[in-house]
C-alpha cells in the first residue's frame, strides 16, 4: 500500500506508472489483431487461388514476363498399409515381453491394439509392419529389432537372445 501512496505523492510517477500499463497492454493488443489480421489475409490468399484456379483463369502474368504459376504438385502415392489382424483375448496370451524391445508397456499397448500372440506378430506383412510402425511412431524399429523373427522363433518354441 506504500508504493500506491508514493505514486500519489509523486503526480508524474503515478502518470509515468499509467502511461507504461497502457502502452503495454495497447501494444499486446495491437500484436493481437496484426496476427489474426495475418492469419486472415493468408486464408483468404489461399481461397481466391483455389478459385482462380478452379476457373482455368488467366490474366496475362505470363504473358507479361513475370513467371508462370507452378504447376499443381501430384501427391505422392501414400504407403500401403493396413491394421494387422486383431483377436480377442485369448485365454492364455503369450507374453510379448519376450520379443526384445518390448516392455510393459508396450505389451499393454499392442494388447490394446488386439495383438496378443507371437503367431499374429509372425504372420505380420509389409504392410502391416509398416502400419504399426507408423502407430507407434517407431520409425523403422520393428524391422531393426526383427519382432517378426523373434516371434516366429518364440512361436516354434525356440529361446531368443
Known amino acids: 500500500?506504500?508504493?500506491?501512496?508514493?505514486?500519489?505523492?509523486?503526480?508524474?510517477a503515478g502518470m509515468a506508472a499509467a502511461s507504461a500499463?497502457?502502452?503495454?497492454?495497447a501494444s499486446q493488443a495491437f500484436g493481437i489483431w496484426l496476427g489474426a489480421f495475418?492469419?486472415?489475409?493468408?486464408?483468404?490468399?489461399?481461397?481466391?487461388q483455389s478459385f482462380e484456379d478452379a476457373s482455368g483463369h488467366d490474366d496475362g502474368r505470363a504473358a507479361a514476363g513475370k513467371a508462370a504459376p507452378r504447376p499443381a504438385?501430384?501427391?505422392?502415392?501414400?504407403?500401403?498399409?493396413h491394421q494387422p489382424q486383431v483377436l480377442d483375448k485369448p485365454s492364455t496370451p503369450?507374453?510379448?515381453?519376450?520379443?526384445?524391445?518390448?516392455?510393459?508397456?508396450l505389451e499393454m499397448v499392442l494388447n490394446g491394439y488386439g495383438i496378443w500372440t507371437?503367431?499374429?506378430?509372425?504372420?505380420?506383412?509389409?504392410a502391416e509392419i509398416a502400419w504399426m510402425d507408423d502407430t507407434?511412431?517407431?520409425?523403422?524399429?520393428?524391422r531393426r529389432d526383427d519382432w517378426v523373427g523373434q516371434a516366429a522363433a518364440l512361436q516354434d518354441g525356440q529361446r531368443v537372445k
Do not use: C
Open 136 to 142: 507407434l511412431g517407431f520409425r523403422g524399429r520393428i
Open 73 to 81: 504438385k501430384v501427391p505422392a502415392e501414400p504407403a500401403k498399409t
Open 38 to 48: 495475418n492469419g486472415a489475409s493468408e486464408v483468404s490468399q489461399k481461397l481466391f
Open 118 to 126: 507371437y503367431r499374429q506378430i509372425a504372420e505380420w506383412t509389409d
Open 21 to 25: 500499463l497502457g502502452l503495454g497492454l
Open 94 to 105: 503369450d507374453d510379448l515381453k519376450a520379443i526384445a524391445g518390448v516392455g510393459p508397456k
Open 1 to 12: 500500500m506504500t508504493s500506491a501512496v508514493n505514486l500519489l505523492v509523486h503526480p508524474a
